[in-house]
């Protein structure tokens, strides 16, 4: 049952709210003939007339729980919701004690790396274990040809050394739900609405515009580029193949690259080059 109508953006929204309480009305998906889809959605005014209580204002989930209708459900921040909200609250926190949105990012971003130290230890010791075995990787792949019998002498030589070569990939897929929800959240917060951070950068929910000669500069996402370039450089990468190993590099240029086409919120670069 429908309790509301809302329209919305990316930070405000407009709701319709009937007078009587309870379920008040009822919503309608319809699948066109050209296979898209409709959803038509009604709710009750007062007996008698058609009037309506209207909400109109920012998506701000404090200011939301206030009006006592769950209108703070039309906050989305994705499937990971249940850790980006949490993320949020933190960042007001953070924001209350120190009064700037983009250390706020820095701090959020530094206790999070922090929460997750012990796996990330765990993976760097998965990959120097790794990088130990290279020599004899590569001897392997010399020596073998069939595709075959060089994963049973590679997973033979893995089991005999004790190395797990998945060791590394697993600590890193757990932190990226955190990743996900954090970049929902920064995303989609109204609170970075218009929020300065230092210098030229006046709005972390919009792009950065460094001007330099009459020309925008993104200094951020350079930085990010060079930053990420740099960390896959020295990331070891026993036995990967040349060309694959080319190709993880060329990923920061074509990631910066986009960024500058498609540009991304001031917000989201500072935690992503922080993290």
């Given amino acids: 049952a429908t309790q509301w109508v809302s329209v919305e953006g990316r930070y405000f ?12 009305g009822y919503t309608i998906h319809e699948t066109l003939p ?29 200011v939301l729980e206030s009006t006592g209708y769950q209108l703070n459900r039309n906050i989305d921040l994705g499937y990971f919701s249940f850790l980006a ?37 765990v993976s ?3 990959a120097r274990a790794m990088q130990e075995l290279a020599p004899e990787i590569k001897a392997l792949r010399e020596r073998i040809t069939d595709p075959t019998q060089l994963n049973q002498e590679m997973m033979a030589l893995y089991k005999k050394r004790g190395v797990n070569p998945m060791g590394g990939c697993f600590p890193v897929l757990i932190q ?10 920064l995303l989609n917060a109204i609170e970075l609405r218009h929020a300065p951070f230092a210098r030229w950068i006046k709005d972390l929910s919009a792009p950065e515009q460094l001007m330099i000669g009459g020309a925008a500069i993104q200094l951020m996402v350079l930085i990010l580029g060079v930053s990420m370039f740099l960390q896959q450089y020295m990331t ?21 690259v986009s960024f500058l086409i498609y540009p991304l919120p001031a917000g989201l670069v500072l935690y992503w080059i922080v993290n």
């Avoid at 929204?13 to 008040?24: E, K, M, Q, R, T």
């Avoid at 990226?176 to 959240?185: K, W």
């Avoid at 026993?238 to 590099?249: A, E, S, T, W």
């Fill in 176 to 185: 990226v739900p955190v990743f996900i929800g954090l970049y929902n959240a």
């Fill in 236 to 256: 070891p990468t026993p036995g990967m193949d040349p060309l694959q190993r080319k190709v993880l590099l060329a990923m920061p240029e074509v990631l910066s």
């Fill in 34 to 62: 050209d296979r898209s889809h409709a959803l038509y959605a009604r709710v009750a005014g007062a007996p008698g007339a058609s009037s309506f209580n209207l909400f109109l204002g920012p998506k701000d989930s404090q």
């Fill in 124 to 126: 760097f010791r998965s």
């Fill in 13 to 24: 929204l407009a709701s319709l709210l009937p007078f009587v309480d309870g379920p008040n």
């Fill in 85 to 121: 909200f949490p993320l949020l609250w933190l960042l007001r926190f953070f924001h209350s004690i120190v009064g700037n949105y983009g250390i706020s990012i820095i701090l959020l971003t530094l206790l999070i790396k922090t929460a997750f130290l012990p796996l990330t230890l």
